[in-house]
């Protein structure tokens, strides 16, 4: 097959592309950085897949960040991820590019969901304050794949992964999520001395798993997309609390450091866990443990982001 990656130089993005080269090494995979396409340009992104001319696209690009630098800018998350779903899934219809795989985000399922969150869960309640502009683009790309994928007779299908971590995330603080800004943090308390502060009271309890088990998954079932439903969780199938990240972090980093809580600080839901019968049905796990996968994932910042 021939596979547009967007999103491929991303943590998720890159997982898949190395996937690809591990399962299906006789794919011609495109994976476009963000310097070669710019994917809010409607008339570049439709040149890109008119000449990358694939069978599938797997649309795992998406303008990301961390708390704090959503707060700040929430009319631009909005308006930034809708406009790229939308150039991406139109023009990949438009094109007749049979099947595409949209990554969603848990964030766009209501903050009250019932735990653990089943798929029709979705656009039944508001969503959690921080992550209502990000929440409201993914809703809308899902959507926008499955009314596409009715009306032309497609396989455009939205999978929802539990939050992810691993290799090439991004640890900077204005735009790391929750594993990524606490292997940052630990790591430089124990270099630097001091005692990390965590925002809330360490007792919300969030899902993540290792993107390169997404990764491999989405790979092994992108060349029969049209044998998945419309909208399938893919998470981890338990949670741990914001505490219990963070000392498993410094379990994986041999790092001693005092843990302190600011409860006044934004925490976000009480609890996110999904429920992913569905792919399980299908053959999905997430077979790395949390400790393995965060003793990769510290390893891969010593080298790479520390180091270099």
Not at 171 to 195: M, T
Not at 234 to 241: I, P, Q, T
Not at 247 to 260: G, K, P
Not at 266 to 278: F, M
Request: proline share 6%; net charge negative; with cysteine.
């Amino acid at each position: 097959m021939r596979v547009l990656v967007t999103g491929g130089r991303g943590m998720l993005g890159s997982a898949i592309v190395q996937a690809f080269a591990a399962s299906r090494p006789n794919d011609d995979i495109v994976a476009p950085s963000r310097d070669d396409v710019d994917l809010l340009d409607e008339r570049a992104t439709r040149a890109l897949i008119s000449d990358v001319d694939p069978d599938v696209v797997v649309h795992a690009a998406a303008v990301v960040a961390g708390i704090a630098e959503r707060a700040r800018h929430p009319g631009r998350f909005l308006a930034e991820n809708l406009r790229i779903d939308l150039n991406v899934v139109t023009a990949s219809a438009d094109e007749g590019v049979g099947s595409l795989a949209y990554i969603g985000s848990a964030g766009a399922y209501p903050a009250a969901a019932p735990q653990p969150i089943r798929e029709d869960a979705l656009l039944t309640g508001p969503y959690e304050p921080q992550l209502e502009p990000y929440g409201l683009a993914k809703t809308a790309g899902a959507r926008l794949c499955g009314y596409v994928s009715q009306e032309k007779d497609l396989a455009y299908r939205a999978l929802v992964p539990c939050n992810l971590y691993g290799p090439n995330d991004h640890f900077d603080s204005e735009r790391a999520h929750l594993i990524p800004a606490a292997i940052a943090k630990v790591a430089r308390a124990a270099r630097e001395g001091g005692g990390v502060e965590i925002w809330g009271d360490g007792t919300a309890r969030r899902e993540y798993a290792y993107s390169p088990d997404v990764a491999a998954w989405v790979v092994d079932h992108v060349a029969d997309l049209a044998a998945l439903p419309p909208l399938m969780n893919l998470g981890a199938g338990s949670d741990h609390s914001v505490r219990e990240y963070y000392e498993a972090i410094a379990r994986a980093l041999d790092a001693e450091v005092e843990l302190s809580f600011d409860p006044t600080r934004p925490r976000g839901v009480e609890r996110r866990l999904l429920d992913s019968t569905l792919a399980r049905n299908l053959g999905w796990s997430a077979p790395t443990s949390l400790d393995a996968g965060l003793a990769k994932t510290c390893s891969w910042y010593l080298e790479h982001a520390v180091a270099g």
